[in-house]
């Protein structure tokens, strides 16, 4: 959010190191230099491009809508090509209905507009293949001589997450937080060339390609690699794979006799081995489905208290197009756990949370259950591997 101090050496520096490369700037500083591992190829091609909007500029999922500016677009100027109030939009993302807007920034819509032709765009499990062939079929006729209206085919494609900006926050930080590059955390949301964002501002997460993977990189599965000037690692001499000699040794005093201890472990009392707690008692009204339900859904009574699965810390609390908080805890070995659904929060983002802690409770509208995700990096995975039973 801020532009760092610059200086003519170093513009030049960089300037002489751009035009002797024959790839593109690292924006994440993943890369390495000489010949130690390097992430930023797998940073880059992690996310697939963002979908390309309707002729007013929507794109449309089955939770929201976004709408994309044009070049010279204000928040008053979109808002009236899509048939929506100036003011309710301005007030939704933070910004004033005569604010200027860039081209290709994503401002979210606090309701939905007319769907565009086609629809929303839908998951790949709620799309049938013989819908997708017949919008093939259809696209291919169009190439023909004769000219008919055709019905236009629906989209296909993960909705992603959608992110609201909170004080402190930067795109650097957010692209860290859901482990995908800030270019392409730049490219879906139209932001400028210094990165900028605004407390308020609603961000798309950049979804994966198929078979993509977008855990951070582990150093540990590469050998060493000193940095320049630093000198070489001293190579293990000969003599340290080959095992001394036996003394001939003789000791200093008769060895002691000794008595077998008792089994303790017939009686005592062994903790779960269980990684993580169950947030509420109650019973899992909906299993996890992958790429339909990528959580639980627990039962619980209005006013319940939902606590932490696991130590871990606060790292984001944002809310869904409904206003309702989501609160996400961040734990070792890249672990996320999600809690939605929820109200009277009693934690903020960052604060440090043990396991058993509380942190908000079962709404006494709506549904009295519970919606738990865990998440492995990116992925979303099945809550009762980690969980414990009893």
């Known amino acids: 959010m801020r532009n760092f101090p610059r200086s003519t050496p170093l513009i030049v520096g960089m300037a002489v190191a751009l035009a002797a490369c024959d790839r593109p700037l ?8 000489g010949n130690a591992p390097s ?20 794109i449309s999922y089955p939770g929201y809508q976004v709408a994309v500016a044009e070049r010279g677009d204000t928040v008053g100027s979109l808002a009236r090509r899509i048939g929506a109030n100036p ?13 200027p807007l860039r081209k290709g920034e994503v401002i979210a819509l606090p309701r ?14 709620d799309v049938d293949i013989n819908e997708l062939a017949d919008g093939a ?24 997450v959608r992110h609201k900006v909170e004080r402190g926050e930067t795109a650097f930080s957010i692209a860290r937080l859901y482990d995908v590059s800030i270019r392409s955390l730049a490219d879906w949301n139209g932001l400028g060339s210094d990165f900028a964002v605004r407390e308020g501002q609603h961000l ?11 855990d951070p990189f582990d150093p540990s599965d590469t050998p060493a690699v000193t940095a320049p000037g630093a000198g070489s690692p001293t ?4 003599s340290a794979s080959k095992p001394l000699p036996p003394e001939d040794t003789v000791p200093a005093a008769e060895p002691v006799e000794t008595v077998a201890a008792p089994d303790l472990g017939k009686t005592e009392t062994r903790p779960s081995t269980a990684r993580m707690a169950f947030p509420i008692n109650g019973d899992i009204i909906r299993e996890y489905a992958r790429g339909k339900n990528d959580g639980i859904d627990i039962s619980g009574s209005p006013g319940a208290s939902v606590k932490a699965a696991d130590a871990g810390t606060v790292a984001a609390i944002t809310e869904d197009t409904n206003g309702i908080p989501i609160i996400v805890v961040k734990h070792s070995g890249n672990l996320l756990t999600v809690y939605s659904n929820v109200d009277g929060v009693t934690v903020a983002k960052g604060d440090s949370v043990s396991r058993g802690q509380k942190l908000a409770e079962i709404r006494s509208e709506g549904a009295s259950a519970l919606h738990f995700e865990v998440r492995d990096g990116f992925d979303s995975v099945d809550p009762m591997t980690y969980l414990n039973p009893s």
């Open 204 to 214: 798309l997460i950049p979804v994966a390609l198929p078979g993509e993977s977008t």
């Open 39 to 58: 992430t930023a190829e797998a940073a880059r091609n992690a996310t697939a491009p963002r979908p390309q909007p309707d002729a007013r500029g929507i």
């Open 87 to 99: 003011a309710e939009i301005a007030a939704f993302n933070g910004v004033q209905t005569g604010d």
């Open 26 to 33: 690292d924006l994440d500083m993943r890369g390495a230099f």
């Open 112 to 125: 939905r507009v007319t769907e565009p032709d086609g629809g929303p765009i839908k998951p790949p499990s």
């Open 235 to 238: 190579p293990t001499p000969p």
């Open 137 to 160: 079929i259809r696209r291919a006729d169009a190439q023909s001589v004769e000219t008919t209206e055709l019905e236009p085919a629906a989209q296909v494609g993960a909705e992603p």
